[in-house]
């Protein structure tokens, strides 16, 4: 069994300041399997600019709102995502609603989306 002293001594050196606060923040890029922030090629739209929810997930990210310059009448094939985040075809699938939010947690984002995208 290990001693007080042992303890204390662990958990100082767990509780040690690994520098991260100083770190400078890491782009989202192809490393992190996010778009990079690049990608956004449109004003986002007001619908979406106003979304104040969290993805839970390991991350718990917060909704980000993004606009791409798409000109097409429907909703872009996955290769066209692909090309207009700049990323490779293969990484780019479509997801249902259903299965992005099955609790209907984010229902206040996918209403967004929705309005942002003309209802559509």
Known sequence: MASDD??????????????????????KGS?????????VTAAVPSALQSVSVDYVSETDEPFEGVSLAWSGQEMP???DFASLIATDPSSVSTLSEKDFDPRHQYNEATDAVKKAGNGK
């Open 6 to 27: 042992d303890y204390a001594s662990f958990l100082d050196k767990a509780n040690q300041d690994t520098g991260a606060s100083s770190a400078q923040p890491t782009s």
């Open 31 to 39: 490393d992190s399997g996010f778009a990079a922030t690049q990608a």
């Open 77 to 79: 094939s996955e290769h």
